[in-house]
């Protein structure tokens, strides 16, 4: 019961009455502020090269972008990693089929699922999206891919 004495001092009551306030600034803060500079010039490079671009289609494990880039994918297929059965990665490639994304992120040296490379975990989509689509250019420590002409 005393010890909870020692400790009144260091309430600061201000903060606990503007909690909301503060919250709000959170809250409206702008997504530079919570990642890093080298991901955030990528994601507003990329908004510039698929301006005209109705999706985006991401084969890394970095789902942030999906939220930064503010575009839905090409594919439902948002988190890849979860295609790797055989049947999936069938459905992934038809999708890429059907929706045509003029270009992939391919590669990001950003969260790993489990250190296993996506080129390494969906062979199959892999090498579709290989026979398909050709090196862009990289852009800080991401890989893009443009479809081939």
Not at 4 to 15: R, V
Not at 24 to 39: A, E, T, V, W
Not at 66 to 93: G, N
Not at 142 to 149: G, M, N, P, S
Request: aromatic letters at 16%.
């Amino acid at each position: 019961l005393i010890s909870p004495l020692f400790f009144f001092d260091k309430i600061n009551l201000n903060k606990i009455k503007n909690f909301n306030k503060e919250i709000q600034l959170l809250i409206n803060l702008p997504n530079k502020h919570f990642i890093d500079d080298n991901r955030y010039d990528f994601v507003e490079s990329f908004k510039k090269l698929t301006s005209n671009d109705s999706c985006f289609q991401n084969f890394t494990d970095d789902l942030m972008l999906l939220y930064l880039i503010d575009k839905p994918s090409c594919t439902k297929f948002i988190a890849s990693w979860l295609a790797s059965p055989s049947h999936l990665q069938d459905e992934y490639i038809k999708s890429l089929k059907k929706t045509k994304p003029n270009y992939i992120i391919y590669s990001s040296v950003y969260f790993k699922v489990d250190g296993i490379e996506m080129s390494d975990r969906l062979k199959k989509v892999n090498g579709f999206i290989l026979k398909n689509y050709e090196f862009y250019k990289k852009i800080n420590s991401y890989e893009v891919l443009k479809i081939k002409d």
